[in-house]
């Protein structure tokens, strides 16, 4: 009971600090939050392939992006989608492969014809290689599922983050 008290009182003192640093909400204010007006006018560019399609899918679910030509950015994507044998055996069959989705993306201001964010994502899974090819072939589409998402939530929270710093 001795170590209580020192811990109680520290807890508190912590509290009342945290009460005082910079850290606030991304989406404070809701729908009128600078996070929330910058992602509701961002078109997004077509992506090639079935990555593409997917990544592109996922972002404008998060993004209830603005209709074409109403827009004030424009999110381009360009993907890298790679699978490679990892887990090799003594008969040289390959038990397990790493699937790898890079995803180089722009922010584009319309408007000013500038570039605000020229970044990467990236996102891996691994993959159990079995006897059945239809299983590794159901596993490595439904890897690639999760991957669009991942780089979709990747993408959506740095522009949230971005929208923050320049709203302030």
């Known amino acids: 009971m001795r170590v209580a008290g ?3 009182i520290a807890a508190g003192a912590g509290l009342l600090l945290l009460g005082g640093c910079a ?3 991304v989406y404070g ?3 009128s939050s600078a996070a929330a007006q910058t992602l509701g006018s961002i078109q997004v ?6 990555a593409g399609y997917l990544v592109r899918q ?3 679910d998060r993004l209830a992006a603005a209709p074409d030509g109403e827009s004030r950015y424009r999110l381009d994507v360009a993907l890298d989608d790679e699978i490679t044998g990892r887990g090799i ?3 040289v069959a390959i038990t397990r492969e790493r699937r790898t989705l890079r995803a180089r993306w722009q922010l584009v201001d319309t408007q000013a014809d500038i570039t605000l964010i020229d970044t ?3 996102s891996d899974a691994g993959i159990d290689v079995v006897s059945s ?8 589409s439904e890897a690639l599922d999760r991957l669009s998402r991942e780089i979709a939530d990747q993408i959506v929270a740095r522009i949230s983050t971005y929208a923050l710093a320049e709203a302030r």
Do not use: C, K, N, W
């Open 133 to 140: 090819q239809y299983a590794v072939v159901a596993a490595e």
């Open 45 to 50: 560019s077509l992506i090639e392939d079935r």
């Open 29 to 31: 204010g809701g729908g």
């Open 23 to 25: 850290l606030q909400p």
């Open 120 to 122: 990467t994502s990236r």
């Open 6 to 8: 020192p811990l109680l």
């Open 58 to 60: 996922a972002l404008l």
């Open 89 to 91: 055996r003594s008969d």
